[in-house]
């Protein structure tokens, strides 16, 4: 099974700061990653495909890089409606598999 | 508009079954591979399980393979999973997810199984 591992697991920030989450795989698995956005007691939002593809409804100020093993989500300025918990999973072979998770919480 | 709807989940002592479902609407249900997560209280997501678009293909976790079943009825744009053996590690939120291009696009709410006697 692919592993992915997460950093931080947990985050405090302020509005208007840069945020990283970084996503790494046990092996290679290309383009092929996905990630989520958790708000509390809510299901998961896909936010990014394809390692770097915002859904329609994401705003700019996230983007996603990387391929191989290394992956970024970067938010350029946090606003108030991105405090939430981000995973990320691998889609290059089943089983999927998704990281620990990133819980980014108000300073 | 995409909807999941999950349901069925609820108590259930150690050893017994339950079967879950997901109502889906706003798209054509038989075209789209369908996935069950889980996420036990306060950790992370895990994958359970797929289907295929036309149910030929279906694919478990080692941990759920012989013990959980998927399936589907296209006729009623629902998704199931027969949980069979249960036990305390499968209590969680359950929720469907529709697979596009491999990735998970859309996610249902979640329907909360608690195994505990």
């Known amino acids: 099974d692919i592993q992915m591992t997460q950093s931080p697991s947990t985050l405090s920030a302020s509005v208007g700061d840069r945020v990283t989450i970084t996503c790494r795989a046990s092996?290679?698995?290309?383009?092929?990653l996905a990630w989520y956005q958790q708000r509390p007691g809510k299901a998961p939002k896909l936010l990014i495909y394809k390692a770097s593809s915002l859904e329609s409804w994401v705003p700019s100020r996230f983007s996603g890089s990387g391929s191989g093993t290394e992956f970024t989500l970067i938010i350029s300025s946090l606003q108030p409606d991105d405090f939430a918990t981000y995973f990320c999973q691998q889609y290059h072979s089943y089983p999927l598999t998704f990281g620990g998770g990133t819980k980014v919480e108000i300073k | 508009q995409v909807h999941l709807v999950e349901s069925g989940g609820g108590v259930v002592q150690p050893g017994r079954s339950l079967r879950l479902s997901c109502a889906a609407s706003g798209f054509t249900f038989s075209s789209f591979a369908m996935h069950w997560v889980r996420q036990a209280p306060g950790k992370g997501l895990e994958w359970v399980t797929l289907?295929?678009?036309?149910?030929?293909?279906?694919y478990y976790a080692d941990s759920m393979r012989g013990r959980f079943t998927i399936s589907r009825d296209d006729s009623k744009n629902t998704l199931y999973l027969q949980m069979n053996s249960l036990t305390p590690e499968d209590t969680a939120v359950y929720f469907c997810?529709?697979?596009?291009?491999?990735?998970?696009?859309?996610w249902g709410q979640g329907t909360l199984v608690t195994v505990s006697s």
């Open positions: 997810a529709r697979e596009d291009d491999d990735y998970l696009d859309y």
């Open positions: 289907i295929s678009y036309d149910g030929s293909n279906k």
């Open positions: 092996q290679s698995i290309s383009s092929w």
